[in-house]
């Protein structure tokens, strides 16, 4: 007992000595550490990146495009010609050279608007994209928000424990005092050593809970799982003011996975227009300057040299194209439908989240309420217990009782307070008004 006894007081006394070493940690400060590190994150804003590095006009095909080319060809040939004038050409090893070169500007004038909707279909595609970040970055944000407020309730919880312990200490020196005067047989003194053995029991059992919240916290922040830290006050969340009617109608205007599905729909719709675009003709201007070069030592020409520019107008009018056209149409509204079905579930989905975390954190209030007002009434139950104790009135038994009264309020009041805090951040993230 006396070891055992030994190891709690050391392992509180390396609690507190590390906590008083730890960098204290603010909840902005946690925010800020887990959005640089998320890979989530990151992943996403590099794809944010690559969209708009997509997004030109280029890509879009509303720029001429220019190539150059050039090639040259040498050959050694056997010629034996013969002609009606009874004349004979025979040559062996006759060198022939052939150079030619070229530049050639192509633009696109018109090919039904396709690339104006792909310029727009690329700049959705951004918002797309930054929408998907900003989705990431919010997910972030509740789990750490999540997380640091259970840090808050364990290290409440371990406050507690604490007090217990050491109001179990007294208990079993006040018993060993009385004991070692005869007023008491030695059952009391054993029983308070075991009173006193299970607190510490239930403390140890804590401070491992404790430890286990903040290394998931900095698992999160995705830094060294033994960083020591300790939290500040807790943050004031924002009181949900509004009732649950006007918190659907902000999720539908500001939850980031709507916005995320109507920016998809929309380029849905572009998609549809570019493939309509197809049916359309496609006229092009085109310019070039071209060079051209022969050099024979057999043949009707010795030298030929030919350069000069050229330009035009193209027509490109699609007649048939065995109806791939169509069937692209075909499955370009099927998706068009299956968007919107996905999006009714999501309003569905959001909705029952939206109310769920909102009946909870009604259920936890009242909760919170009723348990604020049993610790009175145990902290005011403990206080007499003490008195009539001392005076004999009652028995270490019931003494005992007291303060397992007061212990389980005060962790019900926590436990409470806490899930107060995170039906709050449910609320706020499924209502779009987590920040």
């Avoid at 050039?70 to 034996?80: E, H």
């Avoid at 990431?136 to 424990?161: A, D, E, P, S």
């Avoid at 999720?251 to 359309?280: D, H, P, R, V, Y």
Wanted: glycine share 4%.
């Amino acid at each position: 007992m006396f070891f055992r006894y030994i190891f709690v007081v050391l392992s509180s006394l390396c609690l507190a000595y590390g906590q008083a070493r730890a960098q204290v940690l603010t909840l902005q400060e946690a925010i800020e550490i887990a959005l640089q590190n998320n890979v989530q994150v990151r992943l996403a804003q590099n794809a944010t990146t690559l969209a708009q590095n997509n997004n030109t006009r280029g890509n879009a095909g509303q720029l001429p495009t220019l190539n150059l080319t050039a090639g040259q060809d040498n050959s050694i040939n056997n010629v034996r010609q013969q002609f009606l004038s009874g004349a004979t050409n025979d040559r062996r090893g006759a060198r022939n050279n052939t150079l030619q070169a070229g530049a050639e500007a192509t633009w696109t004038i018109w090919d039904g608007r396709r690339m104006f909707t792909a310029r727009n279909r690329l700049q959705e595609t951004v918002r797309n994209q930054q929408i998907e970040t900003e989705i990431q970055k919010q997910q972030v944000l509740y789990q750490v928000y999540r997380q640091y407020f259970l840090i808050r309730q364990q290290k409440q919880l371990y406050t507690l424990y604490t007090q217990a312990v050491e109001l179990s200490a007294q208990r079993l020196k006040a018993a060993q005092d009385k004991w070692e005067a005869g007023k008491v047989a030695k059952t009391e003194v054993l029983r308070a050593q075991v009173d006193l053995n299970g607190d510490k029991s239930q403390l140890i059992r804590q401070q491992i809970l404790m430890q286990e919240a903040h290394i998931n916290l900095n698992i999160l922040l995705g830094r060294e799982a033994n960083t020591l830290f300790e939290t500040s006050e807790t943050p004031v969340l924002p009181a949900l003011t509004d009732a649950l009617p006007a918190l659907k109608q902000q999720a539908e205007q500001q939850n980031l996975m709507f916005k995320q599905f109507q920016i998809t729909q929309n380029i849905n719709q572009f998609q549809l227009k570019e493939l309509e675009g197809e049916k359309q003709p496609q006229i092009d201007l085109r310019m070039g300057y071209n060079y051209s070069r022969l050099q024979s030592q057999a043949g009707f020409l010795l030298r030929n040299q030919t350069y000069g520019g050229h330009f035009g107008i193209s027509l490109f009018y699609p007649i048939f194209n065995g109806y791939d056209l169509k069937r692209r149409i075909q499955n370009n509204r099927l998706q068009a439908n299956g968007l919107q079905i996905v999006r009714e579930q999501l309003s569905q989905t959001i909705s029952q989240n939206l109310a769920r975390a909102y009946t909870r954190y009604q259920s936890q209030q009242a909760l919170f309420s009723l348990e604020e007002e049993n610790i009175k009434v145990a902290q005011q139950n403990f206080s007499l217990s003490q008195d009539q104790q001392q005076l004999g009135l009652i028995t270490s038994l019931e003494l005992r009782t007291a303060q397992q009264n007061l212990t389980q309020a005060l962790t019900r009041h926590a436990t409470a307070q806490s899930e107060v805090w995170l039906s709050v951040i449910d609320v706020l993230y499924w209502a779009g008004k987590l920040q």
